[in-house]
């Protein structure tokens, strides 16, 4: 028995979902209820369609954009990780040298 909040939609729906904001001239919240989602989730989609299609606010990210600064978030996580452990091999060594 699942959760309707574990339900995932197909980019196919998101993509048609958003159409029918454009066309039917309707508001997002009307749309999302007639579709039987969160007016939240459609108005992200739409949000986030305009971004890519650089029809969004100025600042905003651009899907590709996003993923890369999540890629590069993990490479800064990683490095700083990889960071400590050199720092404490070489305070390690430094003392092991000093005996």
């Known amino acids: ?11 196919e ?3 048609d979902a958003i159409a029918l904001v454009d066309s039917s001239g309707k508001t997002v919240t009307a ?5 039987g989602i969160s007016s939240e989730s459609l108005r992200g989609w739409y949000r986030r369609a305009k971004a890519d299609q650089s029809e969004g606010k100025a600042g905003e990210l651009t899907s ?3 993923e890369e600064l ?11 990780q990889t960071i400590e452990i050199l720092k ?3 305070a390690f060594f430094v003392k092991e040298n000093d005996r």
């Open 1 to 11: 028995m699942g959760s309707k909040y574990t339900k995932r939609d197909t980019e």
């Open 13 to 15: 729906f998101k993509r």
């Open 31 to 35: 749309v999302a209820r007639e579709l």
């Open 64 to 66: 590709a954009e996003r």
């Open 70 to 80: 999540k890629r590069l978030r993990k490479e800064v996580r990683e490095q700083q």
């Open 88 to 90: 404490k091999a070489t």
